[in-house]
């Protein structure tokens, strides 16, 4: 029978082995470069947003197991909204991985990132494709962002 820690392990496995949206979109029209020193863990993140909307996210990476899922899982989480609602779904993120009250149901698969919270020196490989999504969700084309 499995627990919660092996279901969190069976997906993140899962999303590295086959990320979802692992491309860049021929319509993107926004993107935004990530990097993490500590690690070298890498992304550049796409998006093609038409009326406020996200129509269509990508994403293109270099890095660990978890860095790489949580990319994939928050591609999965943001397409589709418009970029009021992305940016809530950053913020429960951002409240989740800091162990603060949070909003299960607006993460979708993501909410399984909560086991990375307990392990410290992994919060900014999860948080990285995150933190390059509000980049890119406020300032637009060619913001880049860093964990440190």
């Given at each position: ?18 990320p979802r949206n692992f ?92 086991g990375v919270s307990r ?22 084309e060619g913001a880049t962002?860093?964990?440190?």
């Amino acid at each position: 029978m499995y627990d919660l820690d092996d279901l969190y392990q069976e997906v993140i496995m899962d999303h590295n082995r086959r990320p979802r949206n692992f491309r860049k979109p021929s319509d993107a029209n926004r993107e935004a470069e990530g990097f993490n020193p500590l690690c070298g863990d890498q992304i550049t993140l796409y998006l093609a947003v038409e009326d406020d909307m996200i129509a269509d996210v990508g994403f293109q990476a270099m890095g660990c197991a978890i860095s790489k899922a949580s990319a994939s899982m928050m591609t999965e989480s943001v397409k589709g909204l418009s970029l009021e609602d992305a940016e809530k779904v950053f913020n429960e993120f951002r409240s989740m991985i800091t162990q603060e009250d949070f909003n299960p149901d607006v993460l979708g698969d993501a909410e399984l990132l909560e086991g990375v919270s307990r392990y410290p020196a992994r919060i900014k490989c999860a948080a990285l494709s995150w933190h390059a999504l509000n980049s890119v969700l406020g300032e637009g084309e060619g913001a880049t962002v860093t964990t440190e």
